[in-house]
């Protein structure tokens, strides 16, 4: 299993990035898929997550509507759009897919670095 994630950057607050994760090695089409974000000194966190056939999103509360997250089965590729970004969004952001409560893959990617500053 393999995640590669990119599209972050440095940003100004009130900014947008478009985050993207390829992912391969396993049945993309089959697992729910989320974005998380560790900003340093603190846990990861679960910031966004899209069902199997995109039927359902769902958002930690720091992020709604500001953040939307959409999947493309046929590219086995995840994305978070991200809108008026914070100071407080600043974190590595990270992909994984979970099907009946297991990860997808417990080696994580490297994660893209989301800056966000003035």
């Known amino acids: 299993v393999q995640l590669a994630e990119s599209g972050g950057g440095l940003v100004q607050p009130g900014g947008s990035l478009r985050l993207s994760c390829a992912a391969s090695g396993f049945t993309f089409s089959r697992y729910d898929m989320s974005w998380y974000r560790q900003a340093p000194g603190k846990d990861r966190e679960l910031v966004a997550t899209?069902?199997?056939?995109?039927?359902?999103?769902n958002y930690v509360d720091s992020v709604k509507g500001r953040f939307t997250i959409s999947r493309d089965n046929g590219k086995n590729t995840v994305y978070l759009q991200m809108n008026s970004l914070k100071a407080e969004d600043t974190a590595v952001y990270y992909c994984?897919?979970?099907?009946?409560?297991?990860?997808?893959?417990?080696?994580w990617g490297q994660g893209t670095q989301v800056t966000v500053s003035s």
């Open positions: 994984n897919g979970r099907r009946f409560g297991v990860l997808a893959t417990t080696s």
């Open positions: 899209i069902t199997r056939s995109s039927g359902s999103t």
